[in-house]
């Protein structure tokens, strides 16, 4: 019955909160804090991913329910000219450390959203944000695979099942939104 994916869907966001909270409560806190201190938010990701960080950033750059000024993120998934001149001239697992070497700063907040929480582009993108300063966040699914020891702050969506962890991404960054614009109103 279709109603039972809507059940399971609520049950994993449930679950999630319920273990995930403080940390939550504290990604908000420090991405408010970067973006008070004129700083950034670099999001990346590989396939639904890559479509979650677009609509991350859209949120943060737009806005989400508020009229307010626009804040500076970008999602490093959206330049195909970047992707494919990286990806050709390094190999794919460098597209996004590429971007984030280029465009980041000490003091900007990276977040890297990974469902399996293994994606080599995602992790090499982590590993030079935490060389140059820049915090990193971690969106991860199942046990939070190599990611969830290698960011600063995990937000792993417990299941096995990637169509509820990326539900679950899309609450938690919306969540985020919500209260970085309470925040500057």
Known sequence: MVKNYFKESADVKMD???????????????????????????????????????????????RFKLERKGFPAIALTTDTSILTAI????????????QVEA?????????GISTSGNSENVINAVN?????????????????????????????VDSSNTARIQECHLTIYHVICEEVEKEFM
Not at 103 to 111: C, I, T
């Open 103 to 111: 465009l980041g700063k000490e003091g900007d907040v990276l977040v």
């Open 128 to 156: 030079k944000a935490k060389e140059m300063g820049i915090y990193t966040v971690g969106l991860l699914g199942k046990d939070g695979g190599k990611l969830k020891n290698i960011v600063d702050l995990s937000l792993t």
């Open 16 to 62: 999630f909160i319920i273990k995930n909270e403080e940390n939550l409560k504290k990604c908000i806190e420090i991405i408010k804090n970067s973006l008070k201190n004129g700083n950034k938010l670099l999001i990346c990701g590989n396939g639904g991913s890559a479509a979650d960080a677009q609509h991350f950033a859209a949120e943060i750059v737009g």
């Open 87 to 98: 990806g050709n001239d390094y190999g794919f697992n460098k597209i996004f450390e590429r």
